[in-house]
T-cell receptor, first 113, second 112 residues
Framework: KAGVTQTPRYLIKTRGQQVTLSCSPI?????VSWYQQTPGQGLQFLFE???????NKGNFPGRFSGRQFSNSRSEMNVSTLELGDSALYLC????????????FGQGTRLTVV | GENVEQHPSTLSVQEGDSAVIKCTYS??????FPWYKQELGKRPQLIID?????GEKKDQRIAVTLNKTAKHFSLHITETQPEDSAVYFC???????????FGTGTRLKVLA
């Protein structure tokens, strides 16, 4: 069974630009979550989608948005990029049940210059 | 707000010794506690987890203990090996929130 796939692996963007990251979950998984990982801050929750519905959102500005498609693939968009948005963005998929294991992708390393 | 505190931030042990990482969570309704291991440049991977109705769980050299009263859980690694060197994250999950609250990580170095 293929794991969680994130594309692209690396991105370099300029301040003010926007970016879209993609996540393909494990086949059969309907829940996709996004996390921002920065040194010293650990993993910070961005949002979670299940069957195309956002069920929860973290404390990030409105520049961060996401969506999920009918095939469970998810995208995350960041508009008007700031230097502080530089981070590793990880997505995780799970079956969505109570306390089920979240499987992480390799992440997308975003650098804003 | 909800948070998970994790200590220590770095831990160095000699090969063969034990390592203990501790986490404290704030939301008493949290009911699932996974531990993830992240090797350099790789994705976080689940190594062990525990639910709130269990006090202890063991899997070979790894064990997790949970004290719900103190809102405290710990990871224990015995007979450490160089390949145990990584960053370890604890997390807390509460049903209905659909999100994990992660600790800030512990960098474990096992010295050969």
């Amino acid at each position: 069974k293929a794991g969680v796939t994130q594309t692209p692996r690396y991105l370099i963007k300029t301040r003010g630009q926007q970016v879209t990251l993609s996540c393909s979950p494990i086949s059969g998984h309907r829940s996709v979550s996004w996390y921002q990982q920065t040194p010293g801050q650990g993993l910070q929750f961005l949002f979670e989608y299940f069957s195309e519905t956002q069920r929860n959102k973290g404390n990030f500005p409105g520049r961060f948005s996401g969506r999920q498609f009918s095939n469970s693939r998810s995208e995350m968009n960041v508009s008007t990029l700031e230097l502080g948005d530089s981070a590793l963005y990880l997505c995780a998929s799970s079956s969505g049940g109570l306390g089920t294991e979240a499987f992480f992708g390799q992440g997308t390393r975003l650098t804003v210059v | 707000g909800e948070n998970v505190e994790q200590h220590p931030s770095t831990l160095s042990v000699q090969e063969g010794d034990s390592a203990v990482i501790k986490c404290t969570y704030s939301d008493s309704a949290s009911n699932y506690f996974p531990w993830y291991k992240q090797e350099l440049g790789k994705r976080p991977q689940l190594i062990i987890d525990i639910r709130s109705n269990v006090g202890e769980k063991k899997d070979q050299r790894i064990a997790v203990t949970l004290n719900k009263t103190a809102k405290h859980f710990s990871l224990h690694i015995t007979e450490t090996q160089p390949e145990d060197s990584a960053v370890y994250f604890c997390a807390a999950f509460k049903s209905g929130t659909y999100k994990y609250i992660f600790g800030t990580g512990t960098r474990l170095k096992v010295l050969a």
